[in-house]
């Protein structure tokens, strides 16, 4: 239970209920359960393009063939490439950066890897785009924008996600920043 509970957000009540569950499960399941942790330990890494997790030097996004490296997604964490991968609308690579701006949470430029992305576009002229897909909070925007100070010496086109009014919602709630970003980013209609 002990060991459960250290996990974030697993209290001692759900760590007891864990435990009591892998204590029901066959011995193999258990076996393999603790390997693949311990794997998890030993083996995972991160790719050296893009800061995803990998099992090898290159995560299976950025060597798979098949995907558009000429466009690079930058992303705050992994669990954003997670959330990106199971729309199935993007075909491109990522670049994940570990985390935002915030210098009230003591995360400078230096504490990312901003650096890295400056390599990869100095690298390797095929690329000719760069999605910032952050946070529209304070943070991420103070990211997006040194992000963009820090490549546009590279010549890429720098694209962010469009902004504005999420599907279902109503006009009448909608915050006057979000409303406006709606006007300023609309699109034809297609019926």
Same mark, same amino acid.
């Given at each position: 239970?002990?060991?459960?509970?250290?996990?974030?957000?697993?209290?001692?009540?759900?760590?007891?209920?864990?435990? =009591?569950?892998?204590?029901?499960?066959?011995?193999?399941?258990?076996?393999?359960?603790?390997?693949?942790? %311990?794997?998890?330990?030993?083996?995972?890494?991160?790719?050296?393009?893009?800061?995803?997790?990998?099992?090898?030097?290159?995560?299976?996004?950025?060597?798979?063939?098949?995907?558009?490296?000429?466009?690079?997604?930058?992303?705050?964490?992994?669990? %954003?490439?997670?959330?990106?991968?199971?729309?199935?609308?993007?075909?491109?690579?990522?670049?994940?950066?570990?985390?935002?701006?915030?210098?009230?949470?003591?995360?400078?430029?230096? %504490?990312?890897?901003?650096?890295?992305?400056?390599?990869?576009?100095?690298?390797?002229?095929?690329?000719?785009?760069?999605?910032?897909? =952050?946070?529209? %909070?304070?943070?991420?925007?103070?990211?997006?924008?040194?992000?963009?100070?820090?490549?546009?010496?590279?010549?890429?086109?720098?694209?962010? =996600?469009?902004?504005? =009014?999420?599907?279902?919602?109503?006009?009448?709630?909608?915050?006057?920043?979000?409303?406006?970003?709606?006007?300023?980013?609309?699109?034809?209609?297609?019926?």
């Amino acid at each position: 239970m002990e060991a459960i509970s250290s996990l974030p957000g697993v209290g001692s009540r759900s760590a007891l209920r864990l435990a =009591l569950h892998l204590l029901k499960q066959p011995q193999e399941n258990i076996h393999h359960f603790a390997a693949a942790i %311990d794997r998890l330990a030993t083996d995972a890494r991160y790719c050296k393009n893009c800061m995803m997790l990998a099992d090898d030097e290159i995560c299976s996004i950025c060597a798979d063939k098949t995907r558009d490296h000429s466009t690079i997604c930058v992303v705050e964490s992994i669990r %954003d490439v997670m959330s990106i991968e199971a729309t199935g609308q993007f075909r491109g690579t990522y670049h994940v950066l570990g985390g935002i701006i915030s210098p009230i949470g003591g995360i400078a430029p230096s %504490d990312l890897k901003i650096k890295e992305l400056s390599e990869r576009l100095q690298a390797d002229p095929s690329i000719s785009e760069v999605i910032l897909a =952050l946070s529209t %909070d304070v943070e991420g925007e103070t990211t997006s924008f040194y992000i963009y100070r820090q490549i546009e010496k590279y010549g890429v086109k720098v694209s962010t =996600l469009a902004r504005g =009014l999420a599907f279902g919602d109503d006009l009448e709630y909608a915050d006057s920043l979000t409303l406006g970003k709606s006007i300023l980013n609309r699109q034809i209609f297609k019926p």
